[in-house]
């Protein structure tokens, strides 16, 4: 029954009510009031989360089919939201101290997370791109949100003139579609391309050109080459917490947009797409590991890091298959806490009150602050996916689906790829235990981010016991979306 | 069988005192104290456990023993399996052996961080210990890849002046040989459904598969090993590690790669192993005789004992793939000798490390006339490394020669000329250490080896000739499980044959 269901959306009313009363509490409390706002956000964040997790697993549309909720839009949700509470929740410290701390940055950063549910959700083009700019525009804002810093305004501007750029190429392929498919509904999509396949009727060109559009657009929200050019100036560039928030919430969301929008309305142009798919996915593996090895700024490495990653998750898409979205999720999972612990990591980067990015800034941290370097060296190794870390598990699932496609040249490329990528990662670890202590970095660290470093280290390495149960979930999330 | 998981304790009882060691608090002194009896007790209580394993094996049975089995991710049918047969049980014995010696040999070498080393190599112990007793092939990946971590950290934090980069190049070596076995063990998945390991073992796959999964296996455990060309991390890593370190890497790591040989190229891709044994045949008798020469001509005492492992572990290839019933054995025996003696040789150059500070060999000279019980230990283990018959060493050699010219007799005469290389730069190696006269002024006051190196080196000089003197007692662990390797390896090979032959002369 298709209607103007809002039940099923109640996380998302519930949230956009929030953000508004906030942005009333801040405008009305004025000063002083960042730190309530904040709190706030993540509980509203965490009220959202709990919405998802005792909502239906069933399928169910809501606004006349524009918007859809089933086990996978709920599996990412609770990803996307946890990723925002948990980098919003870090970054109150680092504010306060830069004195950024306006009122306006949380709720940005909610619009933001509203914006990616709207994403994750999206059954329609219009409702995706909605979404989408829901999502964009905040971002621009708060990549921007120290006006007076050269860097992190030009990282704003840079980030909204691509940023726009995308958006006008998705547009573009949105319009295409709709002009040669004749609707923009996922499931009347479906039906087209479904009675052309079955008709033996190839596939109009144009809707073609029009997909190529669309998958550039959404190959530049999760920085896979050769879309990536924004990512490492943008990181670099953008307060610490932003990037940190950027790094993982939005990529997540963006990346089950495209898993809904490719497996989804496109599936059975799945011989069209895949080309362009397994290029960029080797193009962001490769890219991501060689790029990063000569990075002296950690967060531009982690931008490289991040292209790496995304390459990772393509492999999965790229053998389309329910396996491949099984490890889709699973990667992204393990993919967003390894982040948001590298970055809380990362915002502990201070010495004598000024924040400090470069790696060789790290050097001898092993002697300096044992037990924040064990975290960071638990992160590395995660991140180049060495065993019994979390991290292998990510890839063990996606190079499965490779192979059980018979993609047998990506898998190689990819591990191959992955050992280029442990280089830099291990660095990291090199310059903690094996050279001494340059300059010690700040203690104590605040408790905030100290919980965060040692509770995403800890998921890391007791990954190994919950293996079964998030892999269970991450299978009911991929069956769900081949149900249709 | 008893149903209590003694193969899970002895995996995690060292990881167990890892974590012990990590609660220590106190004064710098007191941690480091406490530390090293932690992880000394630990180790050893592992050791014990392991003992029983050896007293309570059955022998003449090839079956898996103490197995253990939890499903772990149940959508992938990938569970937590262990066992141990005649092949892996004496692996494991090694690995617990080694750790205690190794903690007992860094007691007093170690002096910074003493905490954390202990906790890597508690660590190290479990991954050892967890990748010979498993029997699923992500387990098995899981414990045979995390080694690495300990062991990249033992090298680069507490080892000697070029560490950084033995380091990096270990990890790195190893880390792109493992990558393709996984993606070998993802398609062996595929493949058949399965990552458990008994039932693999009876699997038989396409012809076709088994070559490109054989080569990925290949890459893997030919850099484990290590074979020729792909060796160059081991003198690296050998020379910068720690002495434990290099026990280790030399006793236990090395392993890794014939036991992978063993238990995955041989069962489970019999075809392509007849295929592709020439390949080996071929780099093993190149590392046997080139690195025994490189051996001749080094400076550095460690670097020396490292070309001599790689040229033991080519006899090692070419006995596993002789596949006869003596090569195998003989390869086994082997490794556990090798595992044994160069792990006492790099011990032996340690002693004097410790006191000189200096591995070259130009340093020292005579020191027979300081230190006459030195003089003697290592004279035992340089005869063993050697192939003295009544050491390891002779059984192990002997054994693979005899089953190498069953099978090839080019092979066996130039691996049988390795060893005499091989005995002549121990001997050299020795004459330049241990006699003439000493010249050398520092060395006038060097100490003889004291009671706690004694302690370590009595238990290896025990096995030493207890396996060159009746090595039955170990044979018989094994011959079953070899037995069964072979028949299994034989069976495959005459199944592919057999429809060829039929079509050859079809039956009217």
Redesign the interface.
């Known amino acids: 029954m298709i209607s103007l269901d809002l039940t099923s959306a109640l996380p998302e009313v519930f949230l956009a009510c929030a953000a508004m009363v906030l942005l009333m509490l801040g405008v009305f409390r004025r000063a002083g009031s960042t730190r309530l706002v904040l709190v706030l956000t993540v509980v509203v964040l965490a009220v959202a989360l709990l919405l998802i997790v005792f909502s239906p697993d069933d399928r169910a549309l809501a606004f006349n089919g524009l918007f859809v909720t089933d086990n996978f839009t709920a599996y990412m949700k609770v990803l996307v939201l946890l990723g925002a509470a948990l980098t919003i929740g870090m970054s109150l410290g680092y504010i306060e101290r830069e004195q950024m701390d306006r009122f306006e940055f949380p709720v940005l950063m909610l619009f933001a997370t509203l914006g990616m549910l709207a994403m994750v959700s999206a059954n329609d083009l219009i409702s995706l791109y909605l979404g989408l700019e829901l999502q964009s525009l905040s971002l621009y804002v708060i990549t921007a949100f120290r006006r007076d810093s050269v860097r992190s305004s030009e990282a704003g501007l840079k980030y909204f003139v691509l940023g726009a750029l995308s958006s006008g190429m998705l547009l573009y392929g949105s319009s295409m579609v709709y002009g040669f498919a004749g609707s923009t509904n996922f499931e009347a999509l479906a039906e087209v391309l479904a009675a052309d396949l079955a008709f033996g009727r190839a596939p109009s060109l144009g809707l073609i050109v029009g997909l190529v559009f669309l998958l550039a657009g959404l190959a530049f929200k999760v920085s896979a080459v050769p879309f990536h050019m924004w990512t490492p100036d943008v990181y670099e560039g953008a307060p610490t917490p932003v990037t940190a928030f950027l790094a993982s919430a939005p990529k997540v969301a963006a990346m089950a947009l495209i898993v809904r929008v490719m497996v989804g309305p496109f599936g059975d142009l799945f011989e069209q797409w895949q080309q362009i798919v397994v290029v960029i996915s080797v193009g962001s593996m490769v890219l991501g590991a060689f790029a990063a090895i000569n990075q002296t700024n950690i967060k531009r490495l982690m931008a490289y890091s991040s292209i790496g990653h995304m390459g990772y998750v393509l492999v999965g898409l790229a053998a389309g298959t329910e396996a491949g979205v099984l490890g889709i999720v699973v990667y992204l999972a393990i993919y967003l806490i390894m982040n948001i612990g590298t970055f809380a990591c990362i915002l502990c980067m201070s010495q004598e009150g000024r924040m400090v990015e470069r790696i060789e800034d790290l050097k001898g941290l ?1 002697k300096s602050n ?1 037990l924040m370097a064990l975290a960071m ?1 638990i992160l590395m ?1 995660s991140m180049a996916g ?3 870390l979390a991290g ?1 598990f990510g890839k ?1 699932f996606v ?2 689906a490779a ?2 496609a018979g993609l ?1 040249a990506l ?2 490329i990819g ?2 790829a ?2 280029v990528g ?2 830099y990662y ?1 660095r990291i ?2 310059l903690m ?2 050279e001494e202590p340059a300059e010690v970095l700040d203690r104590p660290i605040g408790a905030v981010l100290r919980l965060m470093i040692t509770g995403t280290s800890l998921a890391m390495v007791l990954f ?1 016991l919950v ?2 149960p998030v ?2 979930g991450a ?1 009911a999330a991929a069956a769900a979306l081949f149900a249709g | 069988m008893s149903d209590w998981p003694l193969l899970s304790l002895i995996t995690f009882l060292p990881l167990l005192g890892a974590a012990f060691i990590f609660f220590i608090r106190g004064e710098q002194e007191d941690i480091a104290r406490n530390a090293r009896s932690v992880a000394l007790w630990f180790s050893l209580g592992t050791f014990v456990l392991s003992l029983w394993l050896w007293f309570s094996f059955e022998r003449g049975t090839a079956a898996f023993q103490w197995a253990e089995e939890v499903l772990w991710i149940p959508g992938f049918n990938i569970s937590y399996r262990m066992g141990v047969d005649g092949i892996s049980m004496p692996f494991v014995l090694l690995s617990t052996l080694l750790t205690p010696l190794c903690i007992l040999a860094s007691w007093e070498a170690i002096k910074v961080r003493v905490k954390e080393y202990m906790i890597a190599f508690l660590v190290l112990e479990t991954m050892m210990v967890g990748m010979f007793c498993a029997l699923d092939l992500v387990v098995f990946y899981i414990f045979f890849e995390g080694v690495l971590i300990p062991m990249f950290l033992i090298i680069g934090v507490w080892g000697g002046a070029r560490r950084v980069y033995s380091a990096f190049k270990f990890f790195l070596f190893t880390l792109a040989g493992s990558v393709l076995m996984l993606l070998a063990i993802l398609a062996i998945y595929f493949e058949t459904g399965i990552t458990d390991i008994p039932t693999l073992l009876e699997t038989r796959l396409p012809p076709e598969t088994q070559k490109w999964l054989w080569l990925a296996f290949f890459a893997s455990f030919a850099v484990k090993v290590p074979m020729w060309p792909v060796h160059t991390w081991l003198p690296d890593a050998h020379v910068e590690a720690p002495t434990a370190g290099s026990v280790i890497l030399a006793g236990v790591l090395l392993k890794m790669g014939g036991y992978g040989f063993l238990r995955f190229s041989l069962p489970m891709l019999p075809l392509a192993s007849a295929d592709f044994a020439i390949l080996i045949y071929v780099l093993s008798v190149v590392a046997v005789i080139y690195t025994s020469l490189v051996a001749l001509a080094q400076e550095d005492m460690k670097k020396l004992i490292a070309y001599s492992s790689v040229a033991h572990m080519g006899l090692v290839t070419v006995g596993i793939f002789t596949v006869t019933q003596q090569g195998i054995e003989g390869a086994m025996i082997q490794m556990l000798s090798h595992g044994v003696v160069s792990a006492a040789l790099f011990l032996i150059v340690g002693v004097i490390y410790d006191r000189m500070h200096s591995r070259l060999i130009e340093r020292y000279d005579g020191l027979v006339e300081r230190m006459p019980a030195y003089a003697l230990m290592f004279m035992v283990f340089m005869l063993a490394s050697v192939g003295l018959p009544g050491t390891s060493g002779f059984v192990g050699e002997f054994l693979v020669l005899v089953g190498a010219f069953q099978v090839n007799t080019a092979v066996a005469v130039l691996c049988a000329s390795g060893m005499v290389l091989g005995a002549a730069y121990m001997l050299y190696l020795y004459r330049r250490v241990i006699f003439g006269k000493m010249t050398k002024e520092d060395l006038r006051t060097i100490l003889d080896i004291s009671w706690r190196e004694k302690a370590i080196f009595a238990p290896l000089i025990a096995v030493v000739l207890w396996m060159g003197i009746y090595p039955m007692s170990f044979i018989d662990v094994m011959a079953a499980s070899v037995a069964n390797v072979i028949d299994n390896y034989e069976a495959a090979l005459a199944a592919a044959e057999g429809p060829s032959l039929a079509a050859l002369w079809p039956v009217e």
Request: hydrophobic share 60%; charged share 5%; glycine share 12%.
């Open positions: 092993g044992p060296t190794f060495i065993p019994p292998f063990y190079f499965l192979i059980k047998y898998a190689v591990v191959l992955s050992v442990a280089f291990v670890v090199k235990y094996f190994l293996a079964g892999v269970g299978g």
